[in-house]
């Protein structure tokens, strides 16, 4: 009797307690909850009582520090602040509440306090650039810029906010040695784009030495990365440069072997074997409206693929948009082949190959023969020139001039392959 009197009194305390545990229980969400409705209006006073409601929220506390912080009728920095560091208090492992503290300690002129801050968030988001963008700019307001830019490149690496970063590093140094060493990380495709925007900027002088690191790096990347610096070496007359810099692409493998040129032929990819990489000194088209370019594995010379240009009929075209720049030597006499067949070109005036000085055409502009109506079989056309002693680099080009004539829109279609060029056989020549 006396046994089941204590079970009754255990079971009875143990029922107490579960009752008291919900209760308290079912208090506290509902105190959240109310909390959460009364915030969905987020005034000062509706933070506020959320605050009271669920005291142990750090999200209460970071808003209405933000209230009093931005909001033009609630301005408050001090409070401002004393909300901000109770929100950091109840959550010490938010960066962004950090963030909104060195602000507030910021605007009130206590850097050291601010820069404390900054640096809490830094431990907490060491990757994050969206935080490491913040705390570089905290430190560039600072003038520490060795800081800043330790900041800043975390952010480059995550591949965010380049051209900001670019545009401040140059604002704020101006010393390319320095942004190279110290913002630029160490890795290819970084430095492309860091590349790349000193070409869009103007900033070509300080290209080489960007280009040194990347050429010297084992990172593969796209080919397209690196067109913009070959043309604007081929743009500012260093063509030697250019080529050393399309032949560094090769020996990375990123370019494929195919597109070697020879002592025997110095147009790359001349039998239209691979597709057209459309920059570097590999085959370029430019694109006009209504004229059909593309690679044809139905007809050609040497199997096989050839270029196959079919014009609408509609135009008087001066057309010079399929080309390829070609390393040469100066002073030499060089010979040009190309295979045509035609059908059904139009007008007096047919596609030809033309060869000229990529930067002075008065010094060389030759064409071959053209080709009209329809060939039955592959003709060739040649074309033999000596360079200036200025000429180092010419433009291999497919062309048609404008007809004088009335009827002058030219129609039809034209298909080349096996373009070479190569130094003459002739005694003659010199250096």
């Known amino acids: ?46 933070l506020q009582a959320a605050s009271r409601l669920d005291p142990s929220d750090a999200e209460y506390p970071l808003e209405l520090g933000r209230l009093y912080q931005y909001s033009a009728q609630d301005i408050d920095p001090d409070r401002a602040i004393q909300e901000l560091t109770r929100s950091a208090q109840l959550n010490p492992y938010d960066p962004q509440t950090w963030l909104d503290l060195a602000n507030a300690f910021q605007l009130q002129g206590e850097a050291d306090k601010a820069e404390a801050c900054m640096r809490r968030a830094d431990f907490l988001a060491p990757h994050l650039p969206r935080f490491q963008w913040a705390i570089g700019n905290f430190f560039l307001l600072h003038n520490n810029l060795d800081e800043a830019f330790r900041h800043f490149k975390m952010v480059l690496a995550a591949n965010e906010y380049q051209d900001p970063i670019f545009n401040t590093a140059w604002k704020a140094s101006g010393d390319p040695q320095k942004i190279l060493a110290e913002l630029i990380p160490k890795n290819a495709d970084q430095e492309l784009q860091y590349l790349n925007y000193l070409i869009a900027s103007h900033h070509w002088d300080e290209t080489e030495p960007v280009w040194e690191l990347i050429a010297k790096s084992p990172d593969k990347f796209p080919a397209s990365m690196a067109s913009p610096y070959i043309d604007i070496l081929i743009g500012t007359q260093k063509a030697d440069q250019a080529y050393q810099v399309w032949t560094t692409l090769r020996q990375k493998g990123i370019i494929p072997a195919t597109y070697e040129a020879t002592p025997q032929n110095l147009v790359e990819n001349g039998d239209f074997e691979a597709q057209p990489m459309g920059m570097g000194f590999d085959w370029r088209i430019a694109q006009v409206g209504g004229i059909y370019v593309g690679m ?136």
Request: net charge negative; glycine share 4%.
């Open 296 to 431: 044809d594995d139905s007809t050609f010379h040497s199997p096989a693929h050839s270029l196959l240009i079919q014009f609408p009929g509609t135009q008087n075209f001066d057309y010079h948009n399929i080309y390829q720049y070609v390393p040469v030597k100066p002073n030499r006499a060089y010979h040009l082949t190309a295979f045509m067949r035609t059908e059904g070109i139009t007008t007096d005036s047919g596609p030809r190959m033309e060869v000229r000085d990529a930067y002075k055409p008065n010094l060389l502009d030759k064409y071959s023969d053209q080709l009209t109506g329809s060939s039955p079989t592959w003709i060739p056309l040649t074309i033999d020139f000596k360079t200036s002693p200025q000429t180092r680099m010419v433009i291999v080009s497919i062309a048609r001039v404008p007809s004088e004539h009335f009827d002058n829109q030219i129609a039809g279609k034209v298909w080349v392959d096996d373009v070479s060029l190569a130094p003459a056989n002739s005694g003659a020549d010199s250096e």
């Open 1 to 46: 009797m006396q046994l089941a009197l204590k079970n009754n009194v255990v079971k009875t305390a143990a029922l107490a307690i579960e009752v008291i545990v919900f209760a308290l229980l079912f208090v506290w969400i509902a105190r959240a909850y109310l909390a959460t409705l009364v915030s969905e209006r987020p005034t000062a006073k509706n």
